[in-house]
């Protein structure tokens, strides 16, 4: 008996350390490994925002029950090696995680393919774990990371509203027929635009329409000041090598160095 239980400790011992240094290792296989789970994630996004147009997805089943067992390990695998499992289950991320692993084990808690297309964009929250480890093993990234990190906050505000749009207007909207007719009025309401060909009905409609237009212009606003003004400059401090400071920044926030920045100042 103590024999067994020495085994499967040191069983679960080595796994451990395998798994944590494929999750947080430094070499070559590591660095693969974490690439392979950032362009599977990239993958699978893509599919679900795709799949989103498509009306009929029963030959689709065994791709996402698939898609759902590996998502299922690797949720697994996270939980193993973590040093807060309850914080990694409960935070936003690890919820829909959640969500979307059972949605596609389990469909048939879905009553219709209209719920999965909000239950599925939750996923693309997946798309900020993406970006941090990114940041980590991508110099371009961490240079860039003020644009992608407005234009993925865009990306995902349009695919999940489309998607509330679409299960609250589809059937008693005439206007609003289809997924594309869905994001249309998204993207139209989110430019401002406002062509009025297809509008929202009923009070939940109105308050979903002052919702986008509220958020939306926030965070078109967001992207706009990112890629033409960005919240940080970067300057590397010579005393302490912090390489992103406020654009009126005169001394360094790590170690107080007075900073030489040169701008073109602050209206």
């Given at each position: ?52 147009f498509?009306?009929h ?39 829909a ?36 480890n ?14 992608i ?31 594309f ?74 170690c ?12």
């Open positions: 008996m103590t024999d067994n239980g020495t085994s499967n400790a040191g069983f679960r011992d080595r796994l451990y350390r395998r798994i944590d240094q494929l999750y947080n290792g430094d070499t070559p296989a590591a660095r693969h490994f974490r690439w392979s789970l950032l362009a599977f994630d990239g993958i699978t996004i893509t599919y679900f925002i795709v799949a989103s498509l009306h997805i029963d030959d689709l089943h065994a791709i996402e029950e698939a898609i759902g067992v590996i998502y299922l390990l690797e949720f697994m695998a996270r939980l193993f090696i973590s040093k807060q499992r309850p914080a990694d289950i409960f935070n936003p991320v690890g919820l995680d959640l969500i979307v692993i059972a949605s596609l084990l389990m469909p048939s808690l879905a009553e219709n393919f209209s719920f999965l297309r909000v239950v599925r964009a939750l996923r693309l929250l997946r798309s900020y774990h993406m970006l941090k990114l940041r980590k093993q991508s110099a371009f990234v961490r240079l860039h990371e003020d644009v990190f407005s234009v993925i906050n865009l990306v995902v505000f349009i695919f999940v509203i489309t998607a509330m749009v679409y299960v609250t207007q589809v059937g008693s909207n005439p206007g609003t027929r289809n997924y007719d869905a994001l249309y009025f998204t993207v139209a309401t989110l430019t401002t635009t406002g062509f009025g060909d297809v509008t929202l009905v009923g009070n939940g409609g109105h308050v979903l329409a002052v919702l986008i237009m509220i958020f939306g212009i926030s965070l078109f606003l967001r992207l706009v000041q990112t890629l033409f003004r960005p919240g940080k400059v970067r300057y590397e401090c010579p005393t302490c090598g912090l390489n992103r400071h406020d654009m009126d920044a005169v001394h360094c926030k790590h107080g160095t007075v900073l030489h920045i040169t701008t073109e100042g602050i209206d």
